[in-house]
């Protein structure tokens, strides 16, 4: 179990002492590996910005339509577990259909050196979700994922 680590081995060890029936995933839930561990933090202040690794999203419980109720992490029961992709441009950078020979007589700065990468970069995206496996607050296995576009 990839998402099983020495907080979660201890928390089922003193649960099964307890004699509490550990049968839900969530349990054995990690958020490592997602952005709820980490997230890209740009550095300094002004202009283009190098990235490093920050601190991860914290999950807010929200109360402005319904209050939460007390002791509700016992009562959870995960309906999906789902993984989304934004703003997904993969592009075959040597189509003969996107006219960058012309950009030099139209004055066009179109000139994107990152776009030869997008297909590795999406894969290497896929591999991590896959490595992950598992929706880290809840334990459940994936049940799809979507792209969103803006």
Known sequence: MAG????????????????????????FA????TTLDVTATPIGTSGYRRLTAGPGWPTVVRGD???AKSNREARRKALTSFVQFSDMHI???Q?????????????SSAHRPQEALTTQGSTSLVRRVNAVKNGP??????DFLMTTVN
């Open 95 to 107: 189509s003969p259909l996107r006219f960058e020979y012309l950009h030099p007589i139209m004055g």
């Open 65 to 67: 339509l319904v209050p």
């Open 4 to 27: 099983f680590n020495r907080r979660s081995f201890l928390l089922a060890m003193g649960m099964g002492a307890a004699g509490v029936p550990l049968l839900d995933r969530q349990a």
């Open 30 to 33: 990690s958020p490592a590996g």
């Open 137 to 142: 607050l809840t334990g459940r296995p994936f």
């Open 91 to 93: 592009c075959d950078a």
